[in-house]
């Protein structure tokens, strides 16, 4: 069992920056896959980075280049880096886990944090 926490959400300009945190406990950190979700209002949810154990990232075409996944293994976190912030970028954020696949992964979630972009 894993139990994962987000924070680091909030209201954001357009073309600024946010730094997601989700705290995992409950396990082994190390040998899960981890990532980040988002859900838009009226859409589904939509993966958008993950890292696997062994540090390998991979990432959806829409945030390529703005956003930024990383782990720390010793602080039991993942973090997600997000810059210049659009207005579509509105949306809960979700820390995924998984222990035995990385792209998707939805083994354990986090509740999600919220992000608004605006003026």
């Known amino acids: 069992q894993v139990q994962l926490v987000e924070s680091g959400g909030g209201l954001v300009q357009p073309g600024g920056s946010l730094r997601l945190s989700c705290a995992a406990s409950?396990?082994?950190?190390?040998?899960?896959?981890m990532g980040w979700y988002r859900q838009a209002p009226g859409k589904q949810r939509e993966l958008l980075a993950a890292i696997s154990s062994a540090g390998r990232t991979k990432y959806v075409d829409s945030v390529k280049g703005r956003f930024t996944i990383s782990r720390d293994n010793a602080k039991n976190t993942v973090d997600l880096q997000m810059n210049s912030l659009k207005p579509e970028d509105t949306a809960v954020y979700y820390c995924?886990?998984?222990?035995?696949?990385?792209?998707?992964?939805?083994?354990?979630w986090g509740q999600g944090t919220q992000v608004t972009v605006s003026s």
């Open positions: 995924a886990a998984d222990r035995f696949k990385w792209y998707p992964l939805d083994d354990y």
């Open positions: 409950g396990s082994i950190f190390t040998i899960y896959s």
